[in-house]
């Protein structure tokens, strides 16, 4: 594809709901990465993988956030039991190598916005 | 401690002026440095890598100082489409993630 292609765009949750966001990465691209962002704050890491392994989940605040990519290349995160704090834009990220480098740097989607009331 | 921090503004500037952002990282076995722009409510994209020597692309400027672990991206003829807000990041080798910045917010005026 052109780019990252996150959907939905926008999310409403009441607390308490689960939700999934997924994220298309760009096609062939190995590495894919996960990433909160607060109001006025940088993206923080949630999690990593590696086609479909998950290398690093260190970032994922707590049990009740999961990611997938059973197939290496569209990915899922899931939030269950949503609270007010998981409110944030939740950023895909893909990248072409094993990791991600002056060669092969991160390519964005638009984010999800997540809202939780 | 943030393992990169970043002076969130804004800076204020004219159109025409020159603007230096700086960023400290914590981590000195880092290995990979970058500046991204980010305007608002839209994604983070690629605005220059920065490398030992410095880099240079067209009226951006990028320098890394590893002893004082610094980083620093100066901006040359302000436009008003540089209003932004530039994330500094930084990688560690043979980690995957990049760790970012809060993030400086830059406001170029007529």
């Known amino acids: 594809g052109a780019g990252v292609s996150q959907s939905p765009r926008y999310k409403v949750a009441k607390r308490g709901q689960d939700v999934a966001l997924r994220c298309d990465p760009i096609?062939?691209?190995?590495?894919l990465f996960w990433y909160q962002q607060a109001l006025g704050q940088g993206p923080e890491f949630l999690t990593y993988f590696q086609n479909e392994a998950q290398l690093d989940k260190s970032g994922l605040p707590s049990d009740r956030f999961f990611a997938e990519r059973p197939e290496g290349s569209v990915s899922t995160l899931k939030i269950q039991r949503t609270q007010q704090e998981d409110s944030a834009v939740y950023l895909c990220?893909?990248?072409?190598?094993?990791?991600?480098?002056?060669?092969?740097?991160?390519?964005f989607g638009n984010g999800t916005r997540l809202t939780v009331t | 401690r943030k393992e990169v921090e970043q002076d969130p503004g804004p800076f204020n500037v004219p159109e025409g002026a020159t603007v230096a952002f700086n960023c400290t990282y914590s981590?000195?076995?880092?290995?990979?440095f970058f500046w991204y722009r980010q305007d608002c409510r839209k994604e983070p994209k690629l605005l220059m890598s920065?490398?030992?020597s410095g880099n240079e692309d067209g009226r951006f400027t990028a320098q890394l100082n590893r002893a004082s672990q610094y980083i620093s991206l100066l901006i040359r003829d302000s436009k008003l489409s540089d209003s932004a807000t530039y994330l500094c990041v930084v990688n560690e080798e043979g980690f995957q993630k990049l760790v970012f910045g809060t993030g400086t917010r830059l406001l170029v005026s007529p």
């Open positions: 981590n000195s076995a880092s290995q990979s």
């Open positions: 920065v490398y030992s």
């Open positions: 990220a893909s990248s072409r190598d094993h990791y991600s480098s002056y060669n092969s740097p991160l390519h």
């Open positions: 096609s062939g691209h190995v590495s």
